[in-house]
């Protein structure tokens, strides 16, 4: 199966339906010394067989993982990593991913938790160069550090930490703005921001209506943030408030799209005049509100092992969709 290992360059292993098994007589052997491309998708293969595969890959550049069994820590130290993707489905396979340990990933870039369906811990230690970064879901990811700073269900620990390099942000979470503004205050110089709306909790819908009027000293919104899109948008007072917030206090803004998920021409109306766009900072910005109804916070394979593309979360020049590898699932 694997006889070509010392000559690839790029290799995708996975499954239509079923778990496929890595065979365990090939992990301990197998070297990729020219594999700059691994995807591994629905494989169960263990904890230190894939350990001892990726050690065997010295010249890595991107790496999926997603919806695989058999370990529940992955833990990368690669001096080549540029891209990773991780995913653990919805835990209807056993010893799905939980833990994902970044220890030193010099020219990482990119890191894009996809399709998060359970409970997962991402700590990043040593990633220098990290600009890409998302979607991070306050559902799921019940932990998550990078060098110092430290967030638990997405709201920020420690404060006082900053994360000058990302510059591309893609969040999965409830129309929270204490959370929303406790992130752009730990990544200040953000550029595009990417926001998917899920159906706030009962604990956001009964505050946190406070927000909206301008906000002093968030660099990211002075200085930085050029794009926003707003996903799954359908208009309750807690997205509108997110909305108006950016409307109000995005002074460098450009672009602003909000895909909405009613198709009537009097709801894009009513959304339009629920904004005040007269208030808006940015003068010069641009404000799109779109329909689409499948526009989940979904990243496809090929734009994670795209190094050129620095924005793999735009949907609007995405060609994936007849993928074959995508469509399997998540």
Known sequence: MFRFSSTLCSLCIFSRYRVLQFPMEDAGTLSFPHLKQLTLKRVGISES??????SRCPVLESLLLCCNAGHRRLRIRSPTLRSLGVSNGNRTTPGELEEVDIEDSPLLEKLIPRNVGCPMVIR?????KLKVLGYLKDQYISTFQLGTLVCQKMMPVTLSTVVR???????????????????????????KLYIE?????????QHNFKNEQCYDQLECLDL????????RYTGIESEVNVAKFFVVNARVLEHMTIVGCYDRQEWIDNQRKKLHLETRSSHSAEFDIKIDYGSPGFVHIRHIHDLVTDDPFDMSVCRCYEDPI????V
């Open 49 to 54: 067989s894939l350990h001892g595969m990726l």
């Open 197 to 205: 709306l899920r159906f706030p909790h009962e604990l956001y819908t």
């Open 165 to 191: 390099t990302v510059k591309t942000l893609a969040l999965s979470i409830s129309s929270n703005l204490d959370l929303v503004i406790g992130l752009l205050k730990c990544f200040p110089c953000v550029e």
């Open 326 to 329: 995508d469509n399997l699932g």
């Open 224 to 231: 930085h943030l050029k794009r926003l899109v707003l996903t």
């Open 124 to 128: 990043v230690l040593q990633a220098p």
